[in-house]
Structure formats: C-alpha cells, structure tokens
C-alpha cells in the first residue's frame, strides 16, 4: 500500500475515534446525555432504551471516555504526520497495537458485563 493511503486511512481512523470523543463527553452533561446514551444502548444490543445516564458514576465515566477517544484521535492524526514519514513502520505497529490492546481489554471486559455485543 501506498504511503499516501496509509497515512489517509491513518487520517480516517483519527477522525472515527475521535469523534466519538465529543459524543460520550457531553454525556456528563444532564441535558446532553442523549447521543452517549443511545450509543452506548445500541453497544449494549438490543436497542432497547434499557441504558441510561441517570447515575452521576456513568456521567463521569462517559466524561472520562470522551476525553480518551479525543486524544487518541489526535495522536493517530499526529503520528499520520511527520512522524510517519520518518517511521512508517513504527507508526503503523503503534498504531496496531493500541487498537489490538484496545479490543482485546474491551472485549474482555464486554464479556464480564454480559454486553457480549
């Protein structure tokens, strides 16, 4: 593949990831909680509207969510930079990794909450 693909699709997933960021930020906000919570419903299929916000905990939890889906989003975006250019190779492990790390941990804990989904 190309190096201009990589780095477009680098481009590609730095903007899905992060802007899931905004979405579970304003999840902490009482009126804003719709998106995050119909998100999260939808992860947690079936879509049955059982997922709520209704807890200070998941508030701050969907906050906390929000600002990590933001920068990883922004380090993807960097390292499609400069960064790439000098060590593609580098990037694209880093960047395996995390998502590898990421789904396995997610997974796992998806499973242990009974959102197998």
Same mark, same amino acid.
């Given at each position: 593949?190309?190096?201009?693909?990589? !780095?477009?699709?680098?481009?590609?997933? =730095?903007?899905?990831?992060?802007?899931?960021?905004?979405?579970?930020?304003? &999840? =902490?906000?009482? =009126?804003?909680?719709?998106? =995050?919570?119909?998100?999260?419903?939808?992860?947690?299929?079936? %879509?049955?509207?059982?997922?709520?916000?209704?807890?200070?905990?998941?508030?701050?939890? /969907?906050?906390?969510?929000?600002?990590?889906?933001? &920068?990883?989003?922004?380090?993807?975006?960097?390292?499609?930079?400069?960064?790439?250019? !000098?060590?593609?190779?580098?990037?694209?492990?880093?960047?395996?990794?995390?998502?590898?790390?990421?789904? %396995? %941990?997610? /997974?796992?804990? /998806?499973?242990?909450?009974?959102?197998? /989904?």
């Amino acid at each position: 593949m190309r190096s201009d693909l990589r !780095k477009r699709w680098l481009r590609i997933t =730095a903007v899905i990831v992060g802007a899931c960021g905004p979405v579970f930020f304003f &999840g =902490a906000i009482p =009126a804003t909680t719709e998106p =995050a919570r119909w998100s999260l419903d939808l992860l947690a299929w079936p %879509l049955d509207g059982a997922t709520t916000f209704r807890d200070p905990d998941t508030r701050f939890l /969907s906050a906390l969510t929000g600002g990590f889906l933001i &920068g990883w989003g922004v380090t993807i975006w960097r390292l499609a930079g400069s960064v790439y250019d !000098k060590a593609p190779e580098d990037v694209r492990r880093a960047v395996v990794s995390g998502l590898v790390a990421w789904f %396995l %941990l997610d /997974s796992a804990g /998806s499973l242990a909450t009974g959102a197998a /989904s």
